[in-house]
């Protein structure tokens, strides 16, 4: 069991980082007793917050863009096996070798085989989400194959033998004194006058990585879009540790989410403009390697697409679900989220944390138990719709969240209790007589709020709900009477 700062991190089971090992209310009541990770997450989510505002607020056609955006996206998931099949055409026409992989182990096991192909036993890895959601760095490392991250939070998070909290920031939680114990203790060679300056610690990690990517053969690379009609793939970056990927080795190996296919180059320049102000709050991003199959003496000279599926197609089957695979990994809704400014990223159990995280990962799982830790998902939220206003591809993350807690609650996903509780509230709200009474009988509920008007205990079932939340208790007056008794008619 890996920990950090000092609270447990309980192993993930099975094959791919899709879930945790515990219901998200268990998870977040731990992290929220951990002050310091609350005061790393608040700080850098409410920094991030304000630079995004002002980052959108400089283009005047924001919302345009992301209408198309989201149009674009709509086009691809209704076009979908046509444009992977053109990918996979011109991919193949232009020097490269396209594999599918219907799930974690199917993929894990191509890129094993890749690899193996080119007797390394060492491999550098620009930063992926596929990847880490197939885990495949584990998978590697148990077969003797060492994969070294090469971006600099993702560095810190394997140094420090701990797990991603962000999508963009991995090692959000962490701060520059911690960083600097995590590379004294974990680099090979560490400098002693190291101090928790930003530019020291990244000097140390230049140095570090430098000696990576000049002995490097292979390079494992996700992929933010690929383009079908050209066979061209795209990588953004801020630190150049792709370029060095993408360019340096004589292999590369890209996987990618089914999902991040776009029609044309064209479609490519609206994503260009959304992407890097909704994550690093930047009008451009410093690095944007794109690469179409292999060029004689430029760059890598065996390239390898890995097409992974994953529970995509599931997602794709669900009318009300599938607009989830429109995410373009921003992270833009995590930073919003007053849920994740609390409990920080590792309490989502997957590596999908955050709002986008609470809907695609149930789904990518296909979860229907209640025993499932992703069950408990959906319901990290206020549905305060934060994340909608600023998703730049119009993701509607609350509505998405309702239909996946009816979900829940109608294969069972969301427990017996709930299951009963919603019925009763259905006879309940059924019927105005019995509703007028409901609401009466709420107001004896007024004595257990005491002189705080908060409701902090109830007895089971409802302790269910006051165990993780206060009620505000139930006003003197209902609606109904006050309405009755403001109106001339009493109606
Ligand atoms: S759901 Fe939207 S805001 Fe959230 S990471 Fe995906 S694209 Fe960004």
Redesign the pocket.
Known sequence: MTTFLGTPIPAIPGRGNLRGSEQFPVAAERALANTQLRANVGHATRTIRGKRLRAVAECPDWEELRLAGSAIKEDVMARLPELLTQLEANVTARGGVVHWARDADEANAIVERLVRETGADEVVKVKSMATQEIGLNEYLEERGIAAIETDLAELIVQLGNDKPSH?LVPAIHRNRSEIREIFRTAMPDPDVELTDEPRVLAMAARAHLRRKFLSARVAISGANFGVADTGTLAVVESEGNGRMCLTLPQTLITVMGIEKVVPTFTDLDVFMQLLPR?STAERMNPYTSMWTGVHDGDGPQEFHLVLLDNGRTNVLADESGRSAL?????????NVCPVYERTGGHAYGSVYP???GAVLSPQLTATTDHDDPNSSLPYASSLCGA?FD????R?D?PSMLVHLRARAAETGAAGRGTAAAMKAARWVMDSPTRFAAAEKLSRTGRVLGGRSGRITALPYPASAWTRSRDLPVPPKETFREWWSRTREDGK
């Open positions: 999508i909704s429109h995410c373009i990994r921003c992270s833009a809704c995590l955050g709002p986008i994340c600023a998703c730049p591809v993701i993350i």
